[in-house]
């Protein structure tokens, strides 16, 4: 596929533009990353979610350690190119690597944070299998 799209995007002065992952059949926000153009392009190119990492300076293939893919089903753009909203598939559930539905977990209720949303798989059981070297 052509690469034409990535010059409409206005990337940060890291080249990084703020991707927010939906659920396509819920509405749900998911969550939150980043995304290089080289991440869009491979996730354009493969339908799976691939973001950057900005703590680990590397691409993050979303459930490649947990199982929790992200299948694409549509990429929009918002009105001033800086911002990214990916309608997914979630499959296995679970967005979040605290083990949750969504990242977006917690409300604002009378000045603290309040937990809104149960653990549905416990993160240990998740990443057991990942390498740690």
Not at 13 to 32: C, E
Request: charged residues 25%; proline residues 1%.
């Amino acid at each position: 596929m052509s690469n034409e799209f990535l010059k409409h995007i206005k990337w940060n002065s890291d080249g990084l533009v703020a991707a927010i992952a939906q659920d396509a059949s819920s509405g749900r926000v998911l969550m939150m990353a980043w995304m290089n153009a080289e991440s869009l392009q491979i996730s354009v190119d493969t339908g799976d979610a691939v973001y950057w990492s900005r703590s680990r300076a590397k691409l993050w293939r979303k459930g490649e350690s947990s199982g929790n893919v992200q299948k694409i089903r549509a990429i929009e753009l918002d009105c001033d190119g800086d911002a990214l909203l990916l309608q997914v598939e979630q499959l296995g559930g679970i967005a979040c690597h605290t083990g949750r539905q969504s990242c977006f977990y917690r409300r604002l209720s009378t000045g603290d944070w309040q937990t809104t949303e149960a653990v549905l798989k416990d993160p240990a059981t998740m990443y057991q299998h990942v390498d740690k070297t």
